[in-house]
C-alpha cells in the first residue's frame, strides 16, 4: 500500500466531532419546526422541542443538550418567561449554552441572562437573521462558549445611556460596540477600515478612559465590556 493511501486510511479513521445537540423552546410548532429542519440539514442534533418553560427545564435535565434556543416570551403570561427560564438553565447547567431568539428587541434581557458571565451565551433577532448559514454559526458558537449578540441590541443598551460614554471619540464608540459583539481586533479593523495597530490603540483608549483593565484575552475582553454595559440599566 502507497503512504498516499495510508493517509486516505487514516483520515478515514479520524474521530468524528458529535453532532451539537440541540433543545428549541418556542411555543409556536411552525417556528420551532422550522428551526428543528434548518439545524437539521446542518448536521446539528435537535433532541427536543418544546412550548414552555417547565417543558424546557425538563428537557435540558433529561436529553443533555449542548445548547438550548430559547424566546423570549411564552406561556402562560407571554411576558418574561423565556427569559426567566434561561437564565434559570445557566444557573442550573452553567456549561449549557443559551442562546435567546426573539422578535423583541430590548436592551435590558441581555445583562438578565448575562449575570456576570458572557460565555455560551447569545441575543439574536428573528427577523434579522440573514441566512441560515449564518445562523447555523451562531448556534454553533454559543454552543462551543462563544458570545454572539445581534449589533442593534448592543446599539440599543449604548444608546440608552449616551451620556455615559462623552468620555469616548466617535471611533471609538464604534470600536466598543464591535468589541460588546464579541469582534476580535483584526474583525474590527476590516469592519471599520482600520489598521490592526490603530484599533489596538483604541482598545486601549476605550479601557483607560472607562477605567476598565485591559485582558490579553479577547473573551475576558468581551467580559468586561459587557459588564460595563450591564452596569447602565
Not at 143 to 156: F, H, I, K, Y
Amino acid at each position: 500500500m502507497t503512504a498516499g493511501g495510508d493517509g486516505a486510511v487514516a483520515r478515514d479513521r479520524a474521530p468524528q466531532r458529535a453532532p451539537v445537540r440541540v433543545v428549541l423552546a418556542d411555543d409556536a410548532a411552525l417556528i420551532r419546526d422550522g428551526i428543528a429542519r434548518l439545524l437539521q440539514d446542518r448536521g446539528f442534533e435537535v433532541v427536543a422541542q418544546v412550548g414552555d418553560p417547565v417543558s424546557l427545564h425538563e428537557a435540558a435535565a433529561t436529553t443533555r443538550p449542548d445548547v438550548a434556543i430559547v424566546d423570549i416570551r411564552m406561556p402562560p403570561t407571554y411576558r418574561l418567561e423565556g427569559l426567566e427560564a434561561a437564565v434559570g438553565l445557566r444557573r442550573d447547567h452553567p456549561g449549557l449554552g443559551v442562546l435567546l431568539l426573539s422578535q423583541y428587541l430590548e436592551s435590558h434581557y441581555l445583562p438578565t441572562l448575562l449575570g456576570g458571565n458572557a460565555r455560551g451565551v447569545g441575543y439574536l433577532l428573528k427577523e434579522r437573521v440573514s441566512s441560515t448559514a449564518a445562523f447555523a454559526a451562531k448556534v454553533h458558537s454559543v454552543a462551543r462558549g462563544g458570545c454572539e449578540v445581534d449589533p442593534q441590541v448592543v446599539t440599543l443598551m449604548m444608546d440608552g445611556r449616551r451620556g455615559d460614554l462623552d468620555r469616548l471619540t466617535d471611533r471609538e464608540r464604534q470600536v466598543l460596540a464591535l468589541m460588546a459583539e464579541g469582534r476580535s481586533n483584526r474583525a474590527i479593523g476590516e469592519r471599520l477600515f482600520l489598521t490592526l495597530k490603530t484599533v489596538e490603540s483604541h482598545v486601549r483608549s476605550i479601557f483607560a478612559r472607562l477605567d476598565l483593565p485591559g485582558q490579553p484575552d479577547d473573551h475576558r475582553r468581551v467580559l468586561a465590556v459587557l459588564a460595563y454595559l450591564r452596569a447602565w440599566r
